[in-house]
């Protein structure tokens, strides 16, 4: 099974702070992916990779930025966090025709 | 637009009931479908898929679900639900295997032991 591991697990930031979310995967996956999830909602895309060195925009990028250095990392960053960018944020990966595969998600307090 | 429907967002069933959680999702093409459970604290796993095919679809646990063009639906059940499937499910729908996933908003199941 895909593993995907994602740093860190929780994080308590400043309003207007750089705030930098890590995602680790080891299953040669091309494709990736970064969500977030509010409190009674779905989760919504906000960057994505589909090659390394490459990123592209999702449903919701503003405000946020996606860094792929290598097949198996994908960051997001937050140059200056918002109260509004408290959520958690998942991220997946997938092959190039398969199911995608989500990490344990990264709670993100802003204050 | 690509878009999903789950109009329950909360619903509670008795050990051993049959479940069944709706979806309902819009895309102009034929539709790649996903179910995704979310236990508390968990990322998500995939349950299910449908792309093609016969349109029951056998997951893990138990689940199943049916697709149907007609009514733009793929549905989830389950025969008899344990305690142990309290948690939230998200219904899905994507362009193609690979591409972006859209979500509904999900359906909290409680399951009464």
């Known amino acids: 099974e895909a593993a995907v591991t994602q740093s860190p697990r929780s994080k308590v930031a400043v309003t207007g702070g750089k705030v930098t979310l890590s995602c680790h995967q080891t299953n040669n996956h091309d494709y990736m992916y970064w969500y977030r999830q509010d409190t009674g909602h779905g989760l919504r895309l906000i960057h994505y990779?589909?090659?390394?060195?490459?990123?592209e925009k999702g449903d919701i990028p503003d405000g946020y930025k996606a860094s792929r250095p290598s097949q198996e990392n994908f960051s997001l960053i937050l140059e200056l966090a918002s109260l509004s960018q408290t959520a958690v944020y998942f991220c997946?990966?997938?092959?190039?025709?398969?199911?995608?595969?989500f990490g344990p998600g990264t709670r993100l307090l802003v204050l | 637009a690509q878009s999903v429907t789950q109009p329950d967002a909360r619903v509670t069933v008795s050990e051993g009931a049959s479940l069944q959680l709706r979806c309902k999702y819009s895309?102009?093409?034929?539709?790649?479908l996903f179910w995704y459970v979310q236990y508390p604290r968990q990322g998500l796993q995939m349950l299910l898929k449908y792309y093609s095919g016969d349109p029951v679809v056998q997951g893990v646990n138990g689940f199943e679900a049916e697709f149907s063009k007609s009514d733009s639906s793929f549905h989830l059940r389950k025969a008899s639900v344990h305690w142990s499937d309290s948690a939230v499910y998200f219904c899905a729908v994507s362009a193609g295997m690979g591409y972006k996933l859209t979500f509904g908003t999900g359906t909290s199941l409680l399951v009464d032991p």
């Open positions: 895309y102009s093409a034929t539709p790649y």
């Open positions: 990779s589909y090659v390394a060195d490459s990123t």
């Open positions: 997946a990966s997938s092959a190039r025709v398969d199911t995608q595969y």
